[in-house]
């Protein structure tokens, strides 16, 4: 069976071309930013800096990293931001 992926809106929606358009833009736009948050991630590892806060260099929780591996902050730095 074919799936229907046209880039057509549900009426219901009442989206334009424009809107959708927009919308597939901010989807490849975040994901392109949390490729860039995960290969930072990955260096960081490969560079002995990962769970080190990069503004204090403090640590950051074990609980914080297994939220978000990406996490470049400690509690305390994230706070003041
Ligand atoms: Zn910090």
Known sequence: MKRDISPV???CLHL???DMVNTRRNA???RNRQLGRIEAAL???EGGQFGICAQCNGSIPRGMLEADPAMVRCP???RIC
């Open 9 to 11: 809106a549900p009426e």
């Open 16 to 18: 334009t071309r424009k």
């Open 28 to 30: 490849l736009l975040e």
């Open 43 to 45: 260096a960081r590892m």
């Open 76 to 78: 305390d730095c994230l």
